[in-house]
């Protein structure tokens, strides 16, 4: 009896048998207490691969692994387990596992937890991958009573699961470091990547494994102060920063405050909320209006606090700034309705518009007025208005402004009260970081009612020691370029730094185009969300690729220049989308700089030869007595200007024209067929195809066709034509004038038969009339384009027509030099140019650039001639090349593979 009891105390005080159940993957799957079902959305089939058998799930068919869990294994409890998975390294990515977690009432949420990744680094090898699962339900809450999944399409051979970690798992380090250091991406020393947003231990070393040097987090005031005033809450961010530490990664903590979901709902709700109103609509929004007084001591209050928790830490890289506006970039209100930043404080009045309509508002902008004029008497005269008193001076849309100078004076203090808010923030962020990094966020590309004057916000946050990171990329290098090289430009010109985000999803090719553009403008970071790199093999290899062409450069000042004339914008909203787009022609060409008023009246143009004006003569006349004195020292300014083009271009086909010939817009080499009203390239992700490649039109686009007179011809014309874009209107297609067809809502290919008779010209000119429309106006969007219908491809077919099409060849356009306009001042020059010369808008410019430049005693201002996506910068070091061509091609002795990037040549 004693040794029984004995027997029985020794069982009771024993540890319990670690329980390890798993299941090997194959034709035939070997079942140890967990089995993988196939079907539906988990549809997976045995496979071979390297050598090993395997379950395969196929992207086509279904994208999890599901895994069920025997009941008398885990089942309906609280549950810590480890899941080891032998996977095939295919690509950089985390392979998530989401879980049937523990729950008081279950949900889809609950159900399908994201637990932590499988970190792969891409090695193309099998790998043994665990990671640590914590309540764990395992009730059979899953799609066919499943208890766990692997999300994403992968090859698994081996599945294991226990309640005990294996030998030698390290939950911080759940990589082999040598693996790590054998599959490290190298970028330039100095340089700055980050990736957003937040990190656990696992995405942490995958980060690192990419050449991250920090991890950005949306650290709100809400995020730290929701439950009431002082009672603050770091618990999410402790954690934060201890995962970076222990991946010896850096932290950019986005601080932000005063946006709808940044804000606590006690303040929100409070007596001292106070949110812009739109001057479209009198409406309020929920985001703080930045004249509102009861904020500023809030936010120094919250920049105080999280400076003492975290300033002398370590793991701070540099702090980006939140300032107002929807997201936290230093702009107003701009939409869209709805979307994630209304999940906390519930739906809000929001979209892209004039949000100056509080009266706090109102009262800034009389007062602002006030000083400038000093009398109303004043005021009257300079408006053309009789105004009783000063109260009666109020906020109004720009174009429902008494004149001109009323609308100037709106929008110029409109912009001001932006840049002063974005300075006081630097300036009190500095006071609580008297050495961190500080970036300003902002955003857009400039346009008035956005409120942001890049160049502006860059001098007047400078003396602070304070840079700028622009939230506006995309997968397009030249439109990229466009939009964020006035940042670029500004902060070099006053003494500070730079760094670029995208505003959302980027391709496998914009991956590569965003590293070109950082390390050819001479920015200092780099920000990606993650998915825009590990979400796709293509994007990750692309970006291995690119990673050491990621520098922190300082090229030489360009020797042209482009003028933004922000009082044009604030005239006319079309202006800015018309400056953009010879930007864009232009960088096709050469490297250039962004100016505008502000950054020509303090020198910028010094090292600059040719300056181009894309609005005529509308100059501020502080800038404009600068140029012109720049301009008598040996400057050429080029002017855009409403001139007659006839005789000046001729398109001309080569030989006789294709018998079977195909335009595809938007791709490589369409610029010469193109004239009338078009914007740049773009992905057709309105076709059924999305990965064709498109342009939207403006409301008269033209394309010119090479044909034979006199033979018939058929011709397709594969368009969208959204439902708004017509708008109860007749759209209609013309050739040479002569009506075709109609054009209806939708996708469509229209098939079109043109008798010989109507064909009396080697080059036919098709066009088509449409309204034109705007997003900003009809979508709620921030795009204030012109826009008609997109068009992906224009083919003409002639009777008989054999092999393949001649595609983007066979015709070019020649420009007549002598027909220019050119008037000498002292020792330069002034050149007027036809605006919307339409397919003579490239010619023109190559030779603007080239002989005509060299005519008017410059040198080649060409980096590289050709307008065929190959861009040029020069360096130190020779030309960084990008090429965004699906061919390699070769530049100066150097082979630039396709979406690939180059360093050499002269």
């Not at 006839?646 to 335009?663: I, Y």
Request: aromatic content about 8%; overall charge neutral; glycine content about 10%.
């Amino acid at each position: 009896m004693r040794l029984a009891t004995i027997a029985l105390f020794c069982l009771a005080i024993s540890p319990a048998l670690a329980k390890t159940v798993s299941v090997d993957l194959g034709p035939t799957n070997r079942e140890s207490g967990l089995s993988v079902p196939s079907a539906g959305d988990g549809a997976n089939e045995p496979a071979e691969v390297a050598g090993r058998p395997c379950r395969k799930v196929a992207s086509d068919k279904s994208g999890y692994l599901y895994v069920q869990v025997a009941d008398d294994a885990f089942h309906a409890g609280d549950f810590t387990v480890y899941l080891t998975c032998d996977v095939f390294d295919d690509g950089p990515r985390l392979l998530t596992a989401e879980y049937d977690s523990v729950a008081a009432e279950p949900t889809l949420a609950t159900k399908y937890q994201r637990g932590p990744g499988l970190v792969l680094l891409g090695t193309g090898k099998w790998v043994r991958r665990t990671v640590k699962i914590e309540h764990a339900r395992f009730g059979n809450g899953q799609n066919h009573g499943s208890d766990l999944r692997l999300a994403g399409t992968c090859a698994v051979a081996r599945i294991e699961l226990g309640d005990e970690a294996p030998a030698g798992f390290d939950p911080d380090r759940p990589v082999p470091a040598a693996e790590l250091t054998a599959n490290q991406v190298k970028i330039g020393k100095g340089m700055e990547l980050t990736f957003g947003n937040d990190a656990d231990a696992n995405a942490a070393l995958l980060f690192r494994a990419f050449g991250v040097t920090s991890v950005e987090s949306y650290v709100t005031w809400q995020s730290v102060e929701d439950a009431g005033k002082g009672q603050w809450d770091w618990s999410r961010w402790d954690r934060q920063v201890a995962v970076l530490k222990q991946a010896g990664l850096k932290w950019v903590p986005f601080l932000i405050a005063g946006c709808a979901y940044a804000t606590p709902k006690w303040f929100r709700e409070g007596p001292q909320h106070h949110p812009y109103v739109c001057l479209d609509h009198g409406k309020p929004s929920k985001v703080e209006s930045l004249w509102n007084p009861a904020l500023k001591p809030e936010i120094d209050r919250f920049l105080a606090a999280f400076a003492e928790r975290y300033r002398d830490s370590g793991v701070i890289e540099g702090v980006l700034l939140g300032v107002t506006g929807i997201y936290g970039e230093s702009i107003y209100p701009a939409g869209p309705e709805g979307g994630w930043t209304a999940d906390l404080p519930g739906p809000y009045h929001n979209h892209g518009g004039w949000w100056a309509g509080d009266a706090l508002a109102v009262a800034d902008f009389r007062a602002r007025l006030r000083k400038q004029y000093a009398s109303l008497d004043k005021l009257n005269t300079a408006w053309g208005t009789k105004l009783a008193n000063w109260e009666a001076v109020t906020t109004f849309l720009p174009d429902k402004a008494p004149n001109a100078t009323a609308r100037e004076d709106f929008v110029r203090g409109y912009e001001e009260t932006m840049t002063e808010w974005s300075r006081w923030w630097v300036e009190g962020t500095r006071k609580h970081f008297p050495k961190t990094e500080i970036y300003l966020c902002t955003g857009g590309d400039g346009a008035p009612y956005l409120g942001a004057d890049f160049t502006a916000q860059a001098k007047a946050i400078a003396p602070y020691g304070a840079g700028i990171r622009i939230t506006n990329e995309g997968s397009d290098y030249a439109a990229n370029f466009a939009v964020t090289r006035e940042v670029a430009t500004a902060t070099r010109w006053y003494g500070t730094f730079c760094g670029f985000e995208p505003a959302g999803t980027v391709d496998e090719k914009g991956v590569v185009a965003r590293v070109y553009n950082a390390t050819a403008s001479g920015a200092r970071q780099l920000h990606y969300y993650s998915p825009n790199v590990l979400d796709s093999p293509e994007a990750a290899g692309n970006f291995r690729r690119a990673a050491p062409f990621l520098q922190r450069r300082q090229p030489p000042p360009p020797r042209v220049a482009v003028y933004l004339p922000r009082a044009a914008w604030a005239q006319d909203p079309q202006a800015v989308g018309e400056t953009y787009r010879i930007v864009r022609s232009l960088r096709e060409l050469c490297d250039l700089d962004l100016v505008n008023r502000t950054s020509v009246v303090d020198g910028v143009l010094k090292s600059c030869r040719l300056l181009v004006l894309p609005t005529g003569d509308f100059l501020e006349p502080d800038a404009k007595a600068v140029i012109g004195r720049w301009v008598s020292a040996g400057g050429i300014l080029a002017r855009f200007e409403d001139l007659p083009i006839a005789g000046l271009s001729q398109p001309t086909v080569h030989g006789e024209a294709p018998a079977h010939w195909r335009l595809l817009v938007g791709a490589a080499g369409d610029e010469p067929f193109l004239f009338g009203d078009w914007n740049g390239p773009e992905m057709g992700r309105e076709f059924p195809d999305p990965t064709v490649r498109k342009r939207w039109s403006g409301a008269a686009p033209g394309v010119y066709v090479p044909v034979v007179s006199g033979q018939p011809v058929s011709l397709e014309v594969e368009v969208v034509t959204p439902g708004h874009a017509l708008a109860g209107a007749t759209g209609e297609i013309r050739l040479d004038g002569q009506v075709l067809g109609k054009l209806r809502p939708g996708h469509a290919v229209y098939k079109l038969e043109v008798a010989g008779d109507r064909l009396r010209k080697p080059v036919a000119k098709l066009t088509v009339a449409v309204p034109g429309w705007r997003p900003s106006e009809k979508e709620g969007t921030t795009d204030t384009r012109l826009l008609g219908i997109a068009v992906t491809r224009v083919e003409a077919i002639r009777a008989g027509a054999t092999g393949e099409a001649v595609v983007n060849q066979g015709l070019t356009v020649a420009i007549d030099r002598s027909k220019l306009p050119v008037e000498r001042r002292g020792r330069g020059a002034l050149v007027q140019l036809p605006r919307n010369a339409g397919s003579a808008e490239q010619p023109l410019l190559q030779a603007l650039l080239g002989p005509l430049a060299r005519e008017l005693g410059a040198p080649n201002l060409a980096d590289d001639e050709a307008f065929d996506h190959v861009f040029a910068t020069r360096l130190g070091q020779g030309r960084l090349w990008l090429n965004m061509t699906d061919q390699p091609v070769e530049r100066a002795g150097v082979r630039i593979e396709a979406f690939g990037i180059g360093l050499g040549g002269p």
